[in-house]
């Protein structure tokens, strides 16, 4: 691996790829545990896009939508467990507008994710092409926003 570039903006990203680029859109949750021997973790659940530039790197976005402190185990009916569901819709919605708007930049838009090893992405923010930047802004022209 040659390397991987980060990026705030999917702007940022975006700009450096050519039409039909394949990029790779996953929601995903990237779980840290906070103590040795405790059962405590934080969920991170959010939208990431990569993809390998013409020199091998990889571009990386992660967009984090969701930060939950977990204590113990969720199951059904646990106010985490009903928390946890609906940061997944939440991310869910917002994988949809990322993907619209990844296509209506003319890229390939696949499935899937490019392990980064142990980097860590970088928090990025939206900047999907309408001026809104920040990263607890509503998702544009997706059904989350109409949610709020």
């Not at 450096?16 to 995903?28: K, Q």
């Not at 021997?37 to 976005?61: C, K, P, Q, T």
């Not at 946890?84 to 990322?98: D, P, R, S, T």
């Amino acid at each position: 691996m040659s390397g991987v570039i980060h990026f705030v903006k999917l702007d940022d990203l975006v700009a450096e790829l050519e039409a039909g680029h394949t990029v790779r859109v996953a929601e995903l949750d990237v779980t840290e545990s906070t103590f040795k021997g405790v059962d405590v973790r934080v969920a991170g659940i959010g939208v990431h896009v990569r993809a390998f530039d013409e020199a091998g790197r990889i571009l990386s976005w992660y967009w984090p939508l969701v930060r939950l402190q977990v204590v113990g185990s969720m199951y059904p009916g646990h106010a985490q467990f009903e928390e946890y569901n609906a940061g997944w819709k939440k991310a869910e919605l917002a994988g949809e507008a990322v993907r619209a708007f990844l296509e209506s930049c003319e890229l390939d838009v696949r499935p899937g994710i490019i392990d980064l090893g142990d980097v860590r992405p970088l928090r990025g923010e939206w900047g999907g092409g309408n001026g809104r930047d920040s990263v607890t802004d509503e998702v544009p022209g997706s059904k989350l926003s109409e949610q709020a």
